[in-house]
């Protein structure tokens, strides 16, 4: 027995998709515009979740561009035959592909990418048939017309994966289970016990997000929905419960028949989110042919038992990112925005720091900045980094960003003025800039830290031993997906810019640090 707590992924890791080979769980995310894409996991108890990679980790499968919520969509993993399959959305560039690979660590091919107008649409998915054949489903736009925002539908074709090609014609098999459901996506083929199971979202991603199932003896048939759709939200809870927006789920099985799910789901302070849309997991049973998720509870719970031994191999994932900067490798928990690359960093000119090169993009642009952030996990938390930087100008800027978009983040960050080093804390919320406060520096190093409890925020210097606070009462609601829309959560990393002003500078991190602090 082992005990699961969620979320078993914290900070904004949505739109799971699960598979099983064997006794080895592995587990992709959407990754948005930042780099390295689709982060992937391992696991052999569903509680214990190690890291092991990235699935789109070079600039030949990840072309992106545009803001924070564009980029990789819902990703679907599947294994068949000894081959590993990711197929995604990429909604900066080329639409739906797939990349395959004989080890989930990899390395993945290039994108094979099934064409804007063969397959229109988001939330791809791959189902393997009895007989051998493999199909597509999918959701697109209404093809007779959109009449509502939302107005979709769930589509399946057989997929040649040899050509990586969609063959034959494509069918509508489901609309989504309320009268004039809004945005059915995210959808899943299962077969079992001769039926073919179709689960997806609905309602929207916000508070009105739900799980919905249909079957069909036929795939090329109009599904039927399950009587007790929606199978799971919790919409009907009020927003002011602590986990919301419950959707995007899939499901798998152990080597002993049991059933699971995983789905995302957002936990909230002051009815607000600054985590993103987490990855959770509950069981589920089967009844009268029809899944049923959580029996008897309906909600999802704090904590799972599970009926695995403990896999001591990897811990626990929780709220702490100790990173430093001793290996050759840059840590897969850091991830840049549009790319991650030497462009904007060296781990070699000095042994034990990271090495920023201050660049004339800025992170208010909707740009590749030189910027590399770990996700936030909790709402009581202290993110801190120490670094060594002489600004050359008064154009140059470097130290801490907590992250929403580029429209919407929190620096604290060293800068000249009047000749003098300082800390400036500045704001930038839905474009607005302001600068709250700034403090003197010495010479030297300099510690940076950002305090974080109940949506309110601190920030200190340390500098000769000494804790010296700049800002407090720092509002962070303004850096929620409530107030600033899109679909991420928020990032805290290093980030360093010229301001459009070219520059040869750079600045030393040699550490980023984040934990929780209750």
Not at 244 to 249: E, K, L, N, P
Not at 342 to 363: A, M, N, Q, V
């Amino acid at each position: 027995m082992t005990i699961a707590q969620n979320p078993i992924l914290k900070g904004f890791y949505p739109d799971p998709s699960i598979c099983r080979v064997g006794e080895d769980f592995y587990l992709a995310c959407s990754s948005f515009v930042y780099a390295p894409g689709v982060p992937i996991f391992h696991s052999r108890d569903l509680a214990h979740w190690e890291q092991i990679g990235h699935i789109l980790d070079r600039e030949s499968q990840l072309p992106l561009s545009g803001d924070t919520s564009k980029g990789i969509f819902a990703p679907t993993i599947r294994e068949h035959n000894g081959t590993f399959y990711m197929i995604t959305t990429n909604t900066s560039h080329g639409g739906n592909f797939i990349v395959k690979a004989d080890n989930p660590a990899g390395p993945w091919s290039d994108p094979y990418y099934l064409g804007e107008e063969e397959c229109p649409g988001i939330d791809p998915s791959l189902f393997f048939d009895d007989d051998g054949k493999s199909y597509y489903v999918g959701t697109r736009p209404n093809p007779e017309g959109v009449r509502y925002n939302g107005d979709w539908e769930i589509w399946v074709q057989e997929i040649d994966l040899k050509e990586m090609k969609l063959v034959g014609e494509s069918m509508a098999i489901w609309k989504g289970a309320v009268k004039d459901v809004i945005w059915p996506e995210g959808p899943h083929l299962y077969k079992k016990d001769g039926y073919y199971y179709l689960m997806h979202a609905e309602g929207g991603t916000a508070s009105d997000h739900a799980i919905s199932v249909a079957r069909s003896k036929e795939l090329f048939k109009w599904f039927e929905g399950c009587p007790r759709n929606p199978i799971f939200t919790h919409r009907n809870l009020g927003k002011n419960y602590p986990v919301v927006y419950t959707g995007h789920a899939d499901w798998v099985d152990d080597k002993d028949g049991n059933y699971y799910i995983v789905m995302l789901a957002s936990r909230i302070c002051k009815q607000r989110c600054s985590t993103g849309r987490e990855t959770f997991l509950a069981k589920m049973e089967w009844e009268d042919g029809w899944p049923v998720i959580n029996p008897g509870v309906g909600r999802l719970t704090e904590y799972v038992e599970l009926p695995f031994e403990k896999y001591n191999a990897y811990p626990q994932v929780d709220c702490s990112d100790d990173i430093h900067f001793n290996s050759d490798k840059l840590d897969d928990r850091l991830v840049g925005l549009l790319n991650r690359n030497y462009d904007i960093y060296s781990l070699d000119y000095r042994p034990g720091f990271l090495r920023l090169y201050t660049r004339p993009e800025r992170i208010e642009d909707t740009c590749y900045p030189s910027y590399l952030g770990v996700r936030q996990k909790d709402y009581s938390f202290k993110v801190s980094t120490c670094l060594e930087f002489e600004p050359k100008s008064e154009k140059e800027c470097a130290g801490l960003v907590l992250f929403q978009s580029h429209e919407s983040h929190l620096v604290a960050e060293v800068v000249k003025r009047n000749g003098k080093r300082k800390l400036q804390v500045r704001t930038v919320i839905k474009g607005q800039e302001e600068v709250v406060a700034s403090k003197d520096l010495t010479d030297g190093l300099v510690q940076i830290e950002l305090t974080a409890e109940n949506q309110l925020a601190e920030i200190w210097v340390v500098q000769n031993n000494k804790n010296i606070l700049v800002a407090d009462e720092l509002d962070l609601l303004p850096y929620t997906t409530e107030e600033a829309g899109g679909f991420v959560g928020c990032t805290a990393g290093m980030y360093t810019s010229s301001n459009k002003e070219a520059s040869d500078n750079y600045c030393d991190f040699a550490w980023l640090s984040v934990f929780r602090t209750k």
